[in-house]
């Protein structure tokens, strides 16, 4: 498990490495940037959604 952990840790760096070494990306940090944001906001405003309906539909119900 601890070498497993070292080497999510070593490519983790590599790829942060190899993000930051890329010119194109860094270039485009600022409109990516706030894609990135978009989608975050958009995916966890649509897991709140759907976590609110299968309560509701599920166990809401079962309380009544």
């Known amino acids: ?11 983790l760096f590599l ?13 485009d940090f600022g409109r990516l940037g706030l894609q990135a944001i978009a ?3 958009a995916c966890v405003a649509g897991s709140l959604l759907r976590a609110y309906f299968v309560y509701r539909f ?5 309380k009544k």
């Open 1 to 11: 498990d601890r070498l497993t952990g070292w080497f999510i840790y070593l490519f």
């Open 39 to 41: 989608i975050a906001l």
């Open 15 to 27: 790829l942060g490495l190899n993000v930051g070494l890329n010119r194109a990306i860094i270039a």
């Open 58 to 62: 599920f166990y809401a119900k079962n």
